[in-house]
């Protein structure tokens, strides 16, 4: 077994499939084949289900998996600390974020970041508010930006980012015209949420909360998992769904999509950037930290 062999593995787990994995670490599925095998005789036991085109991990390989993660941050941690003592900026940091700040803002601050340090790669894992948080309590990502707060005592969380929600409607819907509406009517016309454990939904739920409505004042026709997938439904007159409007700046730029304002509920939110409180960030990850915390304190 070596590292070379873990990130293999990690990467057929990440990536769902031999050839995709192959294709993302430029060697053939042979090869990946080979790797994989040479771990299973190591542990002497089987850590990957082939079902139909999608390779999974069985309960060895989950073990595998959790263990490999924390030794690839490792290895790319002391990368990261033995250029620093060069004086130089340079290795692989792994990163999370939540649907909105992963789909729609760090992959910006990403390129900025690299074209000003070149040497640097930024591997960023994206996922639920709730998968994230669990990524960075098992080591890897370094650090996560996420869209709601959690009361986990091992995870510091400091507010980045100002957000707005609103509600999302396409441009020929009968609101479209509006600026606003009330909750009530809100509540009367087919609502997509997203999956239970996103950031999005439970800023929602807290809104309504606040004013002394539940989520189950709206009509829910469908749950999604994903913002692109809530938008795509909008888009195809599913329904209507709150949404930050960074997610759909071009819809709104175009014209295609409409924002409005519920009266009464402050959708305004955050997001967070999470570390783990125990854990000590490596070079490379104070130096993006520090690049993020400038980036948007200009704004």
Known sequence: MDLWQLNIFCKVIELKGFSK???????SQPTI?????????????????????KAVPTKAGELLYHYARK??????????????????????LVIGGS?????????????????IYPQVTISLIIGD??????????????????????SHKNIYQENLIEDEMRLIVTCDHKWAEKEHISPDLMFKEPFIVRERGSGTL??????????????????IIAEMGSTEAVIQG???????????TVAVAEELKAGTLKALTIKELNLKRSF???????????????????????EFSDD
């Not at 409180?277 to 490379?284: D, E, M, T, Y």
């Open 202 to 219: 439970k800023s929602i739920k807290l809104s309504l909360k606040e004013k002394g409505y539940t989520s189950e004042n709206l009509n």
């Open 234 to 244: 909008i888009k195809s007159k599913v329904g209507v769904s709150i949404l930050s």
């Open 129 to 150: 508010t709730d998968q994230i948080i669990r990524d960075v309590l098992s080591g890897s990502p370094e650090f996560g930006i996420v869209g709601a707060k959690t």
């Open 71 to 92: 030794l690839i941050a490792l290895r790319d941690e002391t990368e990261a600390a033995m250029a620093e003592f060069h004086g130089k900026i340079k290795g692989r």
């Open 99 to 115: 649907t909105i700040p992963g789909g729609y803002i760090l992959p910006k601050c990403i390129g900025a970041f690299t074209t």
């Open 21 to 27: 994995a192959g294709n993302a670490i430029h060697l």
């Open 33 to 53: 084949s080979s790797h994989i095998k040479d771990l299973e005789n190591h542990f002497a036991c089987q850590l990957i289900d082939r079902l139909g085109k």
């Open 272 to 294: 967070y950037l999470i570390t783990h409180k125990q854990r000590s960030p490596s070079p490379l990850c104070k130096a993006f930290t520090k690049f993020l915390k400038k």
